[in-house]
């Protein structure tokens, strides 16, 4: 099969097509003809800092977590999947787990689910890690019905998700961005927009929450902006981060009893552990976007396997609106 591959590590390393032994079945597993990738953060930074980062492969290393495509093979003790399925998840591109740049993928099938009816694979394939993110994170923060939340990066991968599952969910939602176009997507997906270049802390929380300060903020900034995230949270708030890989003064936190929450989404993989939770929201994410509660946001420009090298670059290059995608 062909693969797009690394031979090595760092910001200049570049994907070279190979040909590779297309991976066999394994039981409690399912082969899937890849037809769409999509790019996230934690892939360029496997690609930039290699070894630095202790969930990189070994080399020569086929990354790309997120994937939509059909089901080839079924393993024994599989019986929710068949052959012709149209899936997606989030299954592999980390540790000793082939990713999704190729043209067929080994899956655990506790990873995976029937993609959402109503979307391409292209579509799909944006979805499956952003999702479950922010899933989790919203879960764990107990957003509920009439709430305020405020999300930090409202047009961003995870951000525009946040926004559409926290609406859904029955909260007020507001969303930083900066710029005009962002601006647009916030508000369209239903949320009030703040311009975090111009726009005060003070000002508004006093407009949006009365002064209170909002229930649930969900930083997927991180870094210096967990400081704006406290500022802006009410007293016994919820602060959910996807972005903790700093150090910061939590006296802030403290004196207003925040409870943070930091999502790691990539544990299951990492470790085997609870992999079939992750099936399981991705099967309810499906349910509500054929719904049509949930939308993914795709960046305009398109991109082939051969191209992997481009998309890298597109989404680290910052012009990127919405998930970047690799159609394979």
Same mark, same amino acid.
């Given at each position: 099969?062909?693969?797009?591959?690394?031979?090595?590590?760092?910001?200049?390393?570049?994907?070279?097509?190979?040909?590779?032994?297309?991976?066999?079945?394994?039981?409690?597993?399912?082969?899937?003809?890849?037809?769409?990738?999509?790019?996230?953060?934690?892939?360029?930074?496997?690609?930039?800092?290699?070894?630095?980062?202790?969930?990189?492969?070994?080399?020569?290393?086929?990354?790309?977590?997120?994937?939509?495509?059909?089901?080839?093979?079924?393993?024994?003790?599989?019986?929710?999947?068949?052959?012709?399925?149209?899936?997606?998840?989030?299954?592999?591109?980390?540790?000793?787990?082939?990713?999704?740049?190729?043209?067929?993928?080994?899956?655990?099938?506790?990873?995976?689910?029937?993609?959402?009816?109503?979307?391409?694979?292209?579509?799909?394939?944006?979805?499956?890690?952003?999702?479950?993110?922010?899933?989790?994170?919203?879960?764990?923060?107990?957003?509920?019905?009439?709430?305020?939340?405020?999300?930090?990066?409202?047009?961003?991968?995870?951000?525009?998700?946040?926004?559409?599952? =926290?609406?859904? *969910?029955? +909260?007020? /939602?507001?969303? $930083?961005?900066?710029?005009? !176009?962002?601006?647009?997507?916030? &508000?369209? %997906?239903?949320?009030?927009?703040?311009?975090?270049?111009?726009?005060?802390?003070?000002?508004?929380?006093?407009?949006?929450?009365?002064?209170?300060?909002?229930?649930?903020?969900?930083?997927?900034?991180?870094?210096?902006?967990?400081?704006?995230?406290?500022? =802006?949270?009410? *007293?016994? +708030?919820? /602060?959910?981060? $996807?972005?903790?890989?700093? !150090?910061?003064?939590?006296?802030? &936190?403290? %004196?207003?009893?925040?409870?943070?929450?930091?999502?790691?989404?990539?544990?299951?993989?990492?470790?085997?552990?609870?992999?079939?939770?992750?099936?399981?929201?991705?099967?309810?994410?499906?349910?509500?976007?054929?719904?049509?509660?949930?939308?993914?946001?795709?960046?305009?420009?398109?991109?082939?396997?051969?191209?992997?090298?481009?998309?890298?670059?597109?989404?680290?290059?910052? &012009?990127?609106?919405?998930?970047?995608?690799?159609?394979?």
């Amino acid at each position: 099969m062909k693969t797009m591959t690394l031979t090595a590590y760092g910001p200049d390393a570049a994907f070279t097509e190979t040909d590779t032994p297309r991976p066999k079945i394994t039981p409690g597993h399912v082969v899937v003809r890849i037809k769409a990738t999509s790019v996230n953060t934690i892939d360029t930074m496997i690609r930039d800092l290699g070894s630095d980062l202790p969930l990189s492969p070994a080399l020569p290393a086929v990354l790309g977590m997120d994937f939509a495509g059909v089901i080839e093979e079924v393993g024994t003790g599989v019986s929710e999947f068949a052959v012709g399925d149209e899936v997606y998840g989030c299954a592999g591109g980390l540790a000793d787990l082939q990713g999704a740049l190729a043209e067929y993928m080994l899956a655990d099938a506790r990873l995976i689910a029937k993609k959402p009816r109503s979307l391409t694979m292209r579509e799909a394939a944006a979805l499956p890690l952003v999702g479950i993110t922010t899933w989790e994170g919203l879960d764990r923060a107990g957003v509920s019905d009439g709430q305020s939340v405020l999300v930090q990066g409202g047009a961003g991968g995870v951000g525009h998700l946040a926004v559409q599952i =926290a609406r859904h *969910l029955g +909260a007020r /939602v507001s969303a $930083t961005g900066t710029g005009a !176009e962002q601006m647009r997507v916030i &508000a369209d %997906f239903g949320a009030t927009p703040i311009d975090f270049k111009t726009a005060q802390i003070d000002d508004y929380v006093a407009e949006q929450t009365g002064g209170a300060g909002f229930d649930v903020v969900f930083d997927t900034v991180g870094g210096a902006n967990m400081t704006n995230s406290f500022a =802006a949270a009410g *007293l016994n +708030a919820h /602060v959910v981060t $996807t972005v903790a890989l700093s !150090e910061i003064d939590l006296s802030p &936190a403290h %004196f207003k009893g925040l409870s943070l929450h930091i999502v790691f989404m990539l544990l299951p993989m990492l470790h085997d552990v609870n992999r079939a939770a992750h099936g399981q929201i991705l099967a309810r994410l499906a349910e509500w976007v054929d719904a049509g509660a949930v939308k993914p946001l795709l960046d305009s420009e398109r991109f082939g396997l051969s191209d992997a090298g481009a998309a890298y670059a597109r989404l680290q290059g910052g &012009a990127a609106l919405g998930k970047v995608v690799v159609e394979v």
